[in-house]
């Protein structure tokens, strides 16, 4: 199973800053099967980034998504209210489907 | 467009069994790039993969190993949905489940899967007596 380790747990910023999130693997994930996704309160997750870099429709190019092997990173450029909530990465290549243990964005 | 519809009880007594349908709306269960998959958010867990069922020329299953012994996955063509069932239930699967579609496109012989695109609303699942 591939464990993923996201860093930090909680990033506080303030809107306009540029948010860097890490998402770590136990072993080597082919970057075309890593994804991130933003959760808000009461709301199910939704994807923002698949295959490390390729940004869902839809979503912002303030957006962004780097990485391969064991270290991916997920990078907001401009903090807008909407983007504080619970981010996550996950592996897709391999059984089981692995999720990171998140990364809450709070307002400072 | 793509949707998801989840139905199943907010409330199971410990011991007795769970069970959440999906509903399918734009795509088909039997797709054979697709996968059909089940997610649950607990506060002591995070985001655990539960299991999921898919068509490639016949029906595969696979399920998380800390469940396998209590969780069932399948699949109805006829009504185009998939279904989860978790047998002996404790508090521990307190939680919100959420069904997933793993998409993909096809590039010849090959499947480029693109993530988790579409999820269901979410059902929140409290055992309790």
């Known amino acids: 199973e591939i464990v993923l380790t996201q860093s930090p747990d909680t990033l506080s910023l303030s809107p306009g800053e540029r948010a860097t999130l890490s998402c770590r693997a136990s072993q080597s994930v082919n970057s075309i099967h890593l994804a991130w996704y933003q959760q808000r309160p009461g709301q199910a997750p939704r994807r923002l980034i698949y295959?490390?870099?390729d940004r869902a429709t839809g979503i912002p190019d303030r957006f962004s998504g780097s990485g391969s092997g064991t270290d991916f990173t997920l990078t907001i450029s401009r903090l807008e209210p909407e983007d504080f909530a619970v981010y996550y990465c996950q592996q897709y290549g391999s059984s089981p489907l692995t999720f990171g243990g998140g990364t809450k964005v709070e307002m400072k | 467009q793509l949707q998801l519809q989840q139905s199943g009880p907010g409330v199971v007594k410990p011991s007795q069994t769970l069970s959440i349908t999906c509903v399918i709306s734009g795509d088909t269960v039997s797709s054979t790039s697709a996968s059909w998959n089940w997610i649950r958010k607990s506060p002591s867990r995070g985001l655990e993969w539960l299991g999921r069922t898919y068509f490639r020329s016949q029906w595969h299953h696979e399920y998380a190993e800390s469940l396998r012994s209590r969780i069932s996955i399948s699949s109805d063509s006829s009504k185009n949905q998939f279904s989860l069932q978790v047998n002996s239930v404790t508090v521990e699967d307190t939680g919100v489940y959420y069904c997933a579609r793993l998409g993909a496109a096809a590039y010849g012989s090959k499947l480029y899967y693109y993530g988790l695109d579409v999820w269901g609303q979410g059902t929140t699942v409290t055992v309790s007596s």
């Open positions: 295959g490390a870099s």
